[in-house]
């Protein structure tokens, strides 16, 4: 599937955030960057990520090495809670 890109730029106009901040998402390996005809872009299906890291920089003041932090909290409880779920079935099913 080919991504829906957005111009940075006209991204951060709207959104009414610095474009620095994207940059430095990039530098975190939060999000990814892509260059085409000299323009950087960003892929539309990273926009709810980059609105929530927003409100944590910018609402909250977490700098981006917080971010990314939070960011793996919450990658692994959602892992732990899939684990969690995994494991009831299995003990539904012993129990039968």
């Known amino acids: 599937m080919k991504p ?3 111009i940075i730029e006209e991204y951060c106009i709207q959104s009414e955030i610095e474009p620095d901040f994207i940059i430095q998402l990039e530098n975190e390996g939060l999000i990814e960057i892509y260059i085409v005809d000299d323009k950087r872009y960003i892929d539309s299906s ?3 990520d980059i609105e929530q890291y927003a409100r944590w920089y910018y609402d909250l003041s977490i700098n ?3 971010i990314d932090v939070i960011r793996n909290l ?3 409880m959602t892992e732990m809670q899939e684990e969690i ?3 009831r079935e299995y003990t539904k099913l012993l129990n039968g």
């Open 4 to 6: 829906e890109l957005i």
């Open 46 to 48: 990273q926009l709810r």
């Open 64 to 66: 981006i090495e917080g």
């Open 74 to 76: 919450l990658s692994r």
């Open 85 to 87: 779920s995994r494991l």
